[in-house]
């Protein structure tokens, strides 16, 4: 199960079966990650007031890597996203919300259906192995993982909180240093799409290690784009 707000989600019912989507480049949410964002345009202001009042869920996704666009000019879709529940929301006073999405589980694109809204709207099929959240976390090669990300700390002259990440489960370490690596779209794709929590975390170390190999001559490593 995954605890997101005030909500349990246990099973397939539970989680929609048509969702709204919000594409957004870069960003990536994983289940049990949180994910504060800055809504500003009207469609989307829209997408939020429509979700607050049901479930209270949305789907993050990124546009298609290659660039492709609809005959609209609307940006076609990756196939994997991220559902993610709406936890807090806060209204700015001059129009805009920040909102805070917690993880819920990733979807699969079966269709993207055109309903009469000013955003956008899939029908998807969740994973629904991420309901199972800590499964996995076992075969997770936590040495590495540390200390590959205590080598791009020292690298870019970084600081972490070590008490915190020493406390912390091996699903919600892995998820937070995907969510936080500074890593391309193409990157971040990968990492979501990743099978299991090992094949995440084994992916992100080899992303680091990349990047830590193409340091550049200022003595900084240069992160993929």
Not at 122 to 132: E, V
Request: net charge negative; aromatic share 6%; glycine share 8%.
């Amino acid at each position: 199960m995954v605890q997101a707000g005030n909500f349990t989600y246990t099973d397939e019912s539970d989680l929609p079966a048509v969702a709204p989507v919000f594409p957004l480049g870069g960003a990536l949410l994983l289940p049990g990650g949180q994910l504060p964002l800055n809504i500003f345009e009207p469609r989307y202001i829209a997408m939020i007031d429509d979700a607050v009042g049901s479930d209270r869920i949305i789907g993050m996704i990124q546009p298609r890597l290659d660039g492709a666009q609809r005959s609209d000019g609307e940006p076609e879709l990756c196939q994997v996203g991220c559902l993610g529940r709406i936890t807090s929301l806060t209204e700015t006073g001059d129009g805009r919300y920040i909102i805070n999405l917690h993880g819920i589980a990733r979807f699969r694109v079966v269709e993207e259906l055109h309903r009469h809204k000013p955003y956008r709207c899939c029908r998807i099929a969740a994973f629904l192995s991420d309901l199972d959240f800590g499964a996995g976390a076992g075969d997770v090669d936590r040495d590495s993982l540390l200390k590959t990300f205590r080598q791009y700390l020292e690298a870019n002259q970084l600081e972490a909180d070590w008490d915190s990440v020493s406390r912390a489960s091996n699903e919600t370490l892995v998820n937070a240093l995907c969510m936080m690596s500074p890593y391309g779209a193409a990157e971040k794709q990968a990492l979501l799409e990743a099978p299991d929590l090992k094949t995440r975390a084994e992916t992100l170390i080899a992303i680091t290690e990349i990047a830590l190999a193409r340091e550049g001559d200022d003595g900084a490593p240069r992160t993929l784009q």
